[in-house]
């Protein structure tokens, strides 16, 4: 549930969202006697949204459905690579046939001339071990050394060769099967319990950064041990933001991969990671005295990198006060340091 003191206490500062809700009086702006939650968080100077699609007042089911699926399409141009204004958006969706004359209760509450700040594609993987994408026939097997490379190219392909930058890169594990637990006990009409089976992303096998320069980049990791064999499809995803400007990042993702296999030529690891733990900052030293909510920072060097696969035994864990009953995971806090590309001539 998302009430009126959570609108209030969110701390976001320079990551504001758009509000998409679209349910009933949730932004009723016309009652100054009745604050509502939309205005909450339009208020909130510590965070909340930087702009709301809201209703104002009750709204049917169907209406509402209608109103979202017209709304994504036009919002995120799903047939064109033109992204309107968030309130251009919402004008052509409530033009639309199709939903009742009770759309009118959906209201813009922000700056009419903002757009969301969409990523342009594309970043794309061109080599897999100095071998091309499409001719690599290899996996990305446990234990394996992989370098890829990359490039940022424009809506035509071209390479971008003034493009430099900062790019983050995750690695994910062939997709998870999974079923919802049916926890809310709803049943169909023979008595069956209702339950839905739905895919996601597997896991997280690699993430780290290195810099993209001249619009081309590489990097080096060695595949977990914890990766699931049997053969699949993983993916490679890409987020890369251009130096000293704004709204000029890139994404962009590739699924032809093949995740699973194990490296049994692998050199053997014995040696364990080093790690540097400090309070706050790098400053800090053992028994000194930190503040009363400090951040705890860990570097962890080995020349293999660090698993990030999870796994029994595997994960990256924090134990506080000596509490193992209480451990703290922390496989999606880390994430490597920036590696700088350097070409010769």
């Avoid at 062939?174 to 049943?187: A, F, M, Q, W």
């Avoid at 049997?230 to 995803?237: E, R, T, Y």
């Avoid at 093949?258 to 990671?273: F, K, L, Q, S």
Wanted: glycine share 8%.
């Amino acid at each position: 549930m998302f009430e009126k003191l959570d609108a209030q206490n969110l701390f976001n500062r320079y990551r504001y969202p758009l509000f998409i809700t679209i349910t009933c009086d949730f932004t009723r702006f016309d009652d100054p006697g009745r604050p509502s939650g939309g205005e909450f968080l339009y208020w909130n100077r510590e965070g909340g949204a930087i702009s709301l699609i809201a209703t104002t007042r009750l709204i049917g089911v169907s209406t509402g459905l209608a109103m979202n699926d017209l709304l994504n399409e036009r919002l995120y141009a799903f047939n064109s690579n033109v992204y309107p204004t968030i309130a251009e958006a919402l004008r052509t969706s409530k033009l639309q046939p199709g939903t009742s004359s009770n759309r009118r209760v959906v209201f813009y509450i922000g700056d009419p001339a903002l757009k969301l700040a969409i990523p342009r594609p594309k970043v794309i993987l061109t080599e897999i071990n100095d071998t091309p994408v499409a001719q690599f026939n290899g996996t990305f097997q446990a234990l394996s050394l992989m370098k890829i490379k990359g490039m940022v190219v424009d809506q035509n392909d071209v390479l971008i060769p003034n493009y430099n930058g900062d790019l983050a890169v995750q690695i994910f594990d062939k997709d998870l099967n999974r079923t919802t637990l049916g926890n809310d006990g709803t049943r169909d009409s023979s008595g069956q319990l209702i339950i839905m089976n739905y895919n996601t992303l597997g896991e997280t096998i690699f993430r780290g950064n290195t810099s993209v320069t001249n619009g081309v980049f590489e990097l080096s990791f060695v595949v977990p041990q914890d990766i699931r064999i049997p053969l699949g499809n993983g993916k490679i995803s890409f987020y890369s933001k251009k130096t000293n400007t704004t709204l000029e990042d890139q994404t962009g993702y590739n699924r032809d991969i093949i995740v699973g296999g194990v490296n049994v030529n692998a050199p053997p690891d014995n040696t364990p990671p080093v790690a540097r733990l400090y309070m706050n900052d790098e400053s800090f030293v053992s028994g000194g005295i930190s503040n009363c909510s400090p951040i705890l920072l860990a570097f962890l060097e080995d020349e293999n990198g660090i698993n990030t696969a999870s796994g029994i035994g595997h994960d990256i864990v924090a134990i506080l006060d000596g509490d193992e009953s209480n451990p703290y995971v922390l496989n999606d806090y880390y994430e490597t340091e920036i590696t700088i590309l350097l070409k010769v001539k």
